[in-house]
């Protein structure tokens, strides 16, 4: 009497039992707001990605909390930019068993190293994290963000893929208004506050910008900031940028005696921005408008 009603118990748990290990829409951790818009843009109404970067933090120094650490060690998957970009996130992700998708180290992502004066303060050049300011990065992350989530989802592989072709549409209509905006300005030197926007000038061919603080945003030196003083004195830049997660102190007190516009705080990582399926085209088109607005004769 005992054993047939043990066995039919645990063939009534089975079920149940087994429902995590099939196939099931994945549940995604992301490491930034564009991130996290390209790939909800990918998953539609299937999911709903987790996001870790929080509003107003700084990309490359944040610290996670107690449950963002249970929701990555419960993931079933990670998608970030990588350890270039966020060496706190790197360092989380050696503890728990989640795979990922490290998009700038991904095949066809368009990369560029650091120029000289940009890397981090060691002296490294390296490679500048910042790619998603390169829009046709994001076009090859929606296909690659597709692929991935199709593989550990096929069942529904038709709507990544669907969903993936018009993200891309919207972002090539982002692109064309953005380039015309940026055109009439693309002479004109100017300075932001870290160097995170290599990408996005040289995408858009805009002058080289200068940089108050390096492309991992630590804090800068006196001799870096005495020769960019000087740089502003002599009238070598139309307009400085501070950022939303920097105190603007000292970008204003290095620009004193000089007759350089202070523009609009800029936000590359869009940690001030509504965060959800269209931050990535927020952040790229706030962007281009601060930029036009200030840098425009
Ligand atoms: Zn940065």
Redesign the pocket.
């Known amino acids: 009497m005992r054993l047939p009603c043990a066995a039919l118990l645990l063939t009534l748990a089975l079920p149940a039992l087994a429902r995590p290990a099939s196939a099931e829409v994945p549940q995604v951790v992301t490491d930034i707001p564009p991130v996290q818009a390209l790939v909800l843009q990918v998953m539609g109404d299937l999911g709903a990605p987790a996001l870790l970067l929080e509003k107003g933090a700084?990309?490359?120094d944040f610290q996670l909390r107690p449950s963002q650490m249970r929701s990555l060690s419960q993931a079933g998957l990670v998608i970030w930019i990588g350890p270039e970009?966020t060496p706190w996130l790197d360092r989380a992700l050696r503890a728990t068993p989640a795979p990922t998708l490290a998009l700038l180290d991904a095949q066809g992502t368009q990369t560029r190293a650091f120029a000289s004066g940009e890397g981090d303060d060691h002296g490294h050049g390296g490679l500048d994290?910042?790619a998603w300011l390169d829009p046709q990065n994001a076009l090859i992350w929606l296909d690659l963000i597709a692929a991935r989530l199709s593989e550990l989802d096929p069942e529904h592989a038709a709507r990544y893929a669907e969903n993936a072709v018009g993200a891309k549409a919207r972002i090539a209509t982002m692109d064309s208004e953005i380039a015309s905006l940026l055109a009439p300005v693309a002479n004109q030197r100017f300075v932001t506050f870290?160097?995170?926007y290599g990408y996005f000038t040289t995408y858009y061919h805009l002058q080289g910008a200068a940089s108050l603080a390096l492309?991992?945003?630590s804090a800068p030196g006196a001799a870096r900031l005495s020769a960019l003083a000087a740089d502003l004195r002599a009238g070598h830049y139309a307009c400085a940028f501070p950022e939303v997660q920097h105190d603007p102190a000292l970008l204003t007190q290095v620009m004193q005696g000089s007759s350089t516009k202070l523009g609009p705080a800029l936000d590359?990582?869009g940690s001030s921005l509504d965060f959800g399926p269209n931050a990535y085209d927020d952040l790229m088109r706030r962007l281009a408008r601060s930029l036009h607005d200030c840098l425009q004769p």
Request: aromatic fraction near 0%; avoid cysteine; charge should be negative.
């Open positions: 700084d990309e490359h970009l994290p910042h870290h160097a995170a492309g991992d945003a590359p990582v």
